[in-house]
């Protein structure tokens, strides 16, 4: 089993910024990929941004694309979205996740195989 703990989110003014941690403890994967993810109350989840295990491959949803930078720890933990120049969309949690795997492509949820609670994020305009 793998836990995952997320936290950093709040309240926001737009254009504003906010960095997300997640802190992984158990048997984590020795070989994987962390994503965030973020839904929005009616909407789909929507895969925001992914990273490899070694922390050098990276990929990013269009939306969030040279605004969010997803990294890790120099000791792989925790794993981080630094969301710069947020915009005053629909309150939305942000949820970390991992699975086993190689690259850091932007998977379907169900492909993740440990979830975090989620933390909330909202912006205002």
């Known amino acids: 089993q793998v836990q995952l703990v997320e936290s950093g989110g709040g309240l926001v003014q737009a254009g504003g910024s906010l960095r997300l941690s997640c802190a992984a403890s158990g048997r984590t994967f020795s070989i994987y990929v962390m994503g965030w993810f973020r839904q929005a109350p009616g909407k789909e989840r929507e895969s925001v941004a992914a990273?490899?295990?070694?922390?050098?491959?990276?990929n990013y949803a269009d939306s969030v694309k040279g605004r969010f930078t997803i990294s890790l720890d120099n000791a792989k933990n925790p794993v981080y979205l630094q969301m710069n120049s947020l915009k005053p969309e629909a309150p939305a949690v942000y949820y970390c996740?991992?699975?086993?795997?190689?690259?850091?492509?932007?998977?379907?949820?169900?492909?993740?195989?440990?979830w975090g609670q989620g933390t909330q994020v909202t912006v205002s305009s």
């Open positions: 990273i490899d295990y070694s922390g050098r491959s990276t």
């Open positions: 996740a991992t699975r086993r795997g190689v690259r850091a492509s932007l998977r379907a949820g169900d492909e993740y195989d440990y």
